[in-house]
C-alpha cells in the first residue's frame, strides 16, 4: 500500500494501529521487546529471547505487539500468548490456553481459570522447545478457526 493512501486510511481510522511505527519517529513493538530483552540482562532477559525465539519458529508470521504499557505480545488472527516478567518469572500466558491440548503439562500457572493458562519459567529451567512451539501452533489454529467461523457465520435476521 502506498504511503499516501496508508496515511489517508490511517486519518479516516481504517487503520488499527497495535504499536508505534518507527517511520513516526517511534519504536517499533519488536524494538521494545528488544530493548525490554537487554534491561533485564539475567536470566530473565534469556528466557523471554528464548521464549521469543520458539514462539517464532513455530510461526514465522507471527505479529510482535507491545500492550498494555510494556508488555511484550504475540498474535496471530487474535493473541496467541504474553511475556511478561516479573522478579522470579517470566510468564507465558496463553489467552485461550483453558482450550489447548497440553500433553506435555507445560501449564504450571493460572490454572483455575476457564479461559488462560501460563506457563511459570523459573532460573534454571528448561523449557520444553517442541511442547511450546506445538503449543503455539494449536494457539494459532484455535484462533484461525475461530476466525474463519466468525466470518462464515451469518445473523439472524430480525422480523
Not at 121 to 136: M, N, P, Q, T, Y
Amino acid at each position: 500500500m502506498d504511503g499516501d493512501r496508508q496515511n489517508r486510511r490511517k486519518a479516516a481510522g481504517m487503520i488499527k494501529k497495535t504499536g508505534l511505527t518507527e517511520s513516526e519517529g517511534e519504536k517499533s513493538p519488536s524494538q521494545l521487546i528488544d530493548e525490554r530483552i537487554e534491561e533485564l540482562s539475567d536470566w530473565r532477559g534469556e528466557t523471554l529471547a528464548r521464549a521469543r525465539m520458539l514462539i517464532k519458529e513455530a510461526d514465522p508470521a507471527v505479529i510482535e505487539e507491545w500492550k498494555w504499557r510494556g508488555v511484550p505480545v504475540w498474535s496471530h488472527a487474535g493473541i496467541i500468548c504474553t511475556g511478561e516478567t516479573y522478579k522470579s518469572v517470566v510468564k507465558l500466558t496463553f489467552a485461550k490456553g483453558a482450550s489447548l491440548e497440553d500433553p506435555a503439562r507445560l501449564f504450571n500457572s493460572s490454572l483455575e481459570g476457564n479461559t488462560r493458562r501460563a506457563i511459570d519459567l523459573r532460573e534454571g529451567e528448561r523449557i520444553d522447545e517442541e511442547a511450546l512451539k506445538a503449543l503455539v501452533q494449536a494457539a494459532v489454529a484455535l484462533n484461525t478457526s475461530v476466525q474463519a467461523a466468525g466470518h462464515t457465520r451469518k445473523k439472524p435476521k430480525r422480523a
